[in-house]
């Protein structure tokens, strides 16, 4: 009787941080998805696409979803062997 071959799954890998929601904290929101992104080895050109993605969103979050003493949340989360990134940033309003 054969076996079924054993499947391997992998976790994908998941980065969050907490940032203030200033232009500053856009700049570092994307400059840490950079970082982390080429530390997972994800191929240039979906690191160059998600540069663009995470500056828009995290600018958006710090110009228009900014309270005062609250910050945005930046999540990467890259699934290396389907080549897949999600980005969310939830800005500190709350409010959809």
Same mark, same amino acid.
């Given at each position: 009787m054969n076996q079924p071959a054993p499947q391997l799954t992998t976790t994908p890998l998941t980065f969050t941080q907490l940032i203030s929601s200033t232009r500053r904290g856009a700049r570092l929101a994307r400059l840490l998805s950079v970082d982390q992104l080429r530390s997972w080895g994800a191929p240039q050109d979906l690191t160059e696409r998600a540069e663009i993605v995470v500056a828009e969103l995290a600018a958006n979050a710090a110009l228009h979803g900014s309270l005062p003493g609250r910050s945005f !949340? =930046?999540?990467? +989360?890259? &699934?290396?062997? =389907?080549? !897949? =990134? !999600? +980005? &969310? +940033?939830t800005d500190g309003r709350g409010d959809r």
């Open positions: !949340r =930046l999540t990467l +989360v890259f &699934d290396a062997p =389907l080549g !897949r =990134l !999600r +980005v &969310d +940033v």
